[in-house]
Nanobody, 127 residues
Framework: QVQLVESGGGLVQPGGSLRLSCQAA????????IGWFRQAPGKEREEVSC????????YYPDSVKDRFTISRDDAKSTVYLQLNSLKPEDTAVYFC????????????????????WGQGTQVTVSS
């Protein structure tokens, strides 16, 4: 069974940065596209990043593009999400997730179709 364990969340002031990590296990990490989504109370789930397993291409919706950066280390079965210039509206639980399909962004919106994810890590942006 797929195992994804997120870490690195916390409380940060507006304009600050955080780096999230996700350790994967129990599947062949290097064969899958993987990414992150977030869930805030009372809001719809929002997919925020995806990275291709084949060529390392990265994908972001317009809402986080130029502020978030995803990367992966296949040797460590780990994916990272660097969050910069954080805003209060970025407050959410962030989940690491994998997808069986190609990462896509259509008209600025993510279409990652994640199918399995971890327990999440809380990110709170507040002064």
């Amino acid at each position: 069974q797929v195992q994804l364990v997120e870490s690195g969340g916390g409380l940060v002031q507006p304009g600050g940065s955080l780096r999230l990590s996700c350790q994967a296990a129990r599947f062949t990490f290097e064969n899958y596209n993987i990414g992150w989504f977030r869930q805030a109370p009372g809001k719809e789930r929002e997919e925020v990043s995806c990275i291709s397993h084949s060529d390392g291409s990265t994908y972001y919706p317009d809402s986080v593009k130029d502020r978030f950066t995803i990367s992966r280390d296949d040797a460590k079965s780990t994916v990272y999400l660097q969050l910069n210039s954080l805003k209060p509206e970025d407050t959410a639980v962030y989940f690491c997730a994998l997808t069986y399909v190609r990462c896509k962004v259509v008209a600025g919106r993510a279409r990652f179709d994640f199918v399995s994810w971890g327990q999440g890590t809380q990110v709170t942006v507040s002064s």
